[in-house]
T-cell receptor, first 115, second 113 residues
Framework: AQTVTQSQPEMSVQEAETVTLSCTYD???????LFWYKQPPSRQMILVIR??????QNATENRFSVNFQKAAKSFSLKISDSQLGDAAMYFC????????????FGKGTRLHILP | DAGVTQSPTHLIKTRGQQVTLRCSPK?????VSWYQQALGQGPQFIFQ???????QRGNFPDRFSGHQFPNYSSELNVNALLLGDSALYLC????????????FGPGTRLTVT
C-alpha cells in the first residue's frame, strides 16, 4: 500500500523569506501523481501544485516549486517570498495514475507566517 | 462557474443517529469522491461514485453508504453514528476522462455527541 509521510507537523517562516516543506512517500508503482494541497482556516482544500512522476522537470507555479526526487521518493515544496496568505495546513498527497484513483494524503504541516 | 458545494456547513448529531450529507460537483464534472478528515489528520478516502455506482471504497464500515444522482450530485449517509465519526467530511469532484484534477468543497463539519 502507498503511504505519504510529512515529518514536520509545524513550521514557521518570516514574511518574504523562503520555506521548504518536506514529504516522502512509498509506492511500488512507477506511474503516479504527487500533489501539494493547501487548506486554510476556511477548510477549502486548494491544489497548489502537481507533479507527474514520469516528468523529470520539477513543477513550478509562481512562488511555489517542488523538488521531486523519484529514486529517493521525496517530494518537497518550496515557497518563495512567503506571504501572510500562505499561512495554512499543507498536505502532500499521492495518486496512482490508474483511472481516477483515490488520493492518499499525509498528515499535514501547519505553516505559520511571521510578520 | 460554481465550484463544489456541500451542505450543511455544520451538523450536530447524537450517538446512534443517522446523518445525510450532500454534495454538488463542479459544473461539468461527473465523478464524486468523499473523504473524512479527523481533527489534526489528513483526509481519508471513503468512496467514489461515477455513473451512479460506487466504483472504489476505502477502509470504512458499511455504516457509511452513498448515492449519486443523475445530475451527478451525491449524498453520504452514515448510520448508527459513533463519537469517532466526528470529523470534517470533504467532497471532491472530477471529470473521469481527465481524472487528475480534483476540486474539493468546503466540507461539512459533523459533531457527534
Amino acid at each position: 500500500a502507498q503511504t505519504v509521510t510529512q515529518s514536520q507537523p509545524e513550521m514557521s517562516v518570516q514574511e518574504a523569506e523562503t520555506v521548504t516543506l518536506s514529504c516522502t512517500y512509498d509506492t511500488s508503482e512507477s506511474d503516479y501523481y504527487l500533489f501539494w494541497y493547501k487548506q486554510p482556516p476556511s477548510r477549502q482544500m486548494i491544489l497548489v501544485i502537481r507533479q507527474e512522476a514520469y516528468k523529470q522537470q520539477n513543477a513550478t507555479e509562481n512562488r511555489f516549486s517542488v523538488n521531486f526526487q523519484k529514486a529517493a521518493k521525496s517530494f518537497s515544496l518550496k515557497i518563495s517570498d512567503s506571504q501572510l496568505g500562505d499561512a495554512a495546513m499543507y498536505f502532500c498527497a499521492y495518486r496512482s495514475a490508474s483511472r481516477d484513483d483515490k488520493i492518499i494524503f499525509g498528515k499535514g504541516t501547519r505553516l505559520h507566517i511571521l510578520p | 462557474d460554481a465550484g463544489v458545494t456541500q451542505s450543511p456547513t455544520h451538523l450536530i448529531k447524537t450517538r446512534g443517529q443517522q446523518v445525510t450529507l450532500r454534495c454538488s460537483p463542479k459544473s461539468g464534472h461527473d465523478t464524486v469522491s468523499w473523504y473524512q478528515q479527523a481533527l489534526g489528520q489528513g483526509p481519508q478516502f471513503i468512496f467514489q461514485y461515477y455513473e451512479e455506482e460506487e466504483r472504489q471504497r476505502g477502509n470504512f464500515p458499511d455504516r457509511f453508504s452513498g448515492h449519486q444522482f443523475p445530475n451527478y450530485s451525491s449524498e453520504l449517509n452514515v448510520n448508527a453514528l459513533l463519537l469517532g465519526d466526528s470529523a470534517l467530511y470533504l467532497c471532491a469532484s472530477s471529470l473521469v476522462i481527465t481524472g487528475t484534477e480534483k476540486y474539493f468543497g468546503p466540507g461539512t463539519r459533523l459533531t457527534v455527541t
